[in-house]
């Protein structure tokens, strides 16, 4: 990864969070930095680079301020300087941009990937009966998978479904992606190419050959599931990974409940969990969810918008803060006050989108 790439997740005109910046990227989120997220609208990024390790991400945003591309506005609050903004623009303008994040982390693409690439090695090698051959290097999990996906296929329709699969796919794309990805594939007698050896884009890198492969592997995801059968080996070879939800299925028992009118205190007690926990779930879904789909007037009450209103006046979301309306130790004030900003967020960037 080109550490120039971490500058597209900052702003000249809002100073962001480091940390909430390594939490998306890195899937190590919790409730503050999910909001946060939300603010920075980089919530589509999340768990992007899940290796990524925090001393080799403070070590980057420490280059990036000492080379000028970033300054800090406070403690762990950095924004883009002038010269950062045209590095951003130059980055984005040489380099690949993902055009599917949010798709990628809802179907697991970066999970399916290693498991088609191995599973389609070994349909290419049974097609010629070659039984002697080096497969690809996948986790232990992901070849037991594939071993159990494979014993379970109708080897008298596998070649010929596969290749229609793969065929229909193909032709979706453009010509130079689809020769580009095929070329990448490692079959009977095929090596498959590596990046240096396709000669894409020359101001690329692997970590821009990755991204574009995320998209096309996502792609191929929903070709699956909009065009073949549940018994056809490629959407069985799917089922391994399948889609996901950003809400916990404890989250989402929460939130049903919620919808159905229970109360904050009927939940906990009905679920037998802590009313803090249950206002967090309900942040949580309120953040991930659409608008349209959280029902925040059952909490929102024109008393409450009201009071929050006329105490937090600054335009600038960024800068409320809970002191600013809190009247007492009842955590529901806490709760209350971040759907406020969830709510206004949500409109407030629909407006900017509109």
């Known amino acids: 990864m080109d550490s120039t790439f971490l500058l597209t997740f900052f702003s000249e005109k809002q100073p962001r969070r480091s940390h909430v910046i390594f939490a998306i990227l890195s899937q190590k989120t919790t409730g503050s930095t999910e909001y946060w997220g939300l603010r920075y609208q980089l919530l589509d990024w999340l768990g992007l680079l899940p290796k990524m390790n925090k001393p080799d991400f403070e070590k980057v945003v420490a280059d990036l301020l000492k080379e000028r591309l970033l300054y ?9 300087t002038e010269k950062g903004r045209r590095a951003k623009v130059a980055y ?18 970066a ?66 992606d689809a020769d580009h990805l095929a070329q990448t594939w490692i079959g009977h ?16 890198t692997d970590f821009d050959f990755y991204l574009w492969q995320l998209d096309l592997y996502t792609q191929l995801i929903s070709y699956i599931e909009e065009n073949l059968h549940g ?21 989402k028992a929460s939130y049903e ?17 802590k009313l803090g926990t249950v206002q967090e779930h309900l942040l949580t879904a309120a953040i991930w969810l659409p608008f349209a789909e959280f029902p925040y007037d059952s909490y929102l009450t024109p008393a409450v918008t009201d009071y929050l209103a006329q105490h937090l006046t600054d335009a600038d979301i960024d800068q409320w803060r809970f002191n600013m309306v809190r009247t007492s130790d009842d955590i529901t004030e806490f709760f209350l006050f971040r759907l406020y900003e969830i709510w206004q967020t949500k409109q407030e960037q629909a407006h900017e989108q509109a």
Request: glycine share 4%.
């Open 231 to 251: 018994q056809h080996p490629m959407a069985q070879l799917y089922q391994l990974v399948g889609p996901r939800s950003y809400l916990s299925d404890s989250i």
């Open 257 to 273: 409940a919620a919808k159905a009118g229970q109360t904050l205190p009927e939940i906990a007690q009905h679920r037998k969990l």
């Open 72 to 80: 800090k506005t406070e403690p762990g609050l950095y924004a883009l």
């Open 189 to 204: 007698g095929l090596t498959g190419l590596n990046f240096d050896q396709l000669q894409m884009n020359p101001q690329w």
């Open 111 to 176: 999970s399916f990937m290693p498991l088609f690439l191995l599973a389609n090695q070994i349909v290419s090698e049974y097609a010629y009966r070659n039984q002697h051959y080096y497969p690809i290097q996948v986790s232990l999990k992901e070849r037991q998978l594939i071993k159990s996906w494979f014993r379970q296929q109708d080897k008298k329709q596998l070649i010929d479904d596969w290749r229609e699969g793969l065929v229909g796919f193909l032709e979706t794309l453009p010509a130079v």
């Open 92 to 109: 984005q303008a040489q380099h690949y941009q993902l055009k599917q994040p949010a798709d990628r982390y809802l179907k697991q693409t």
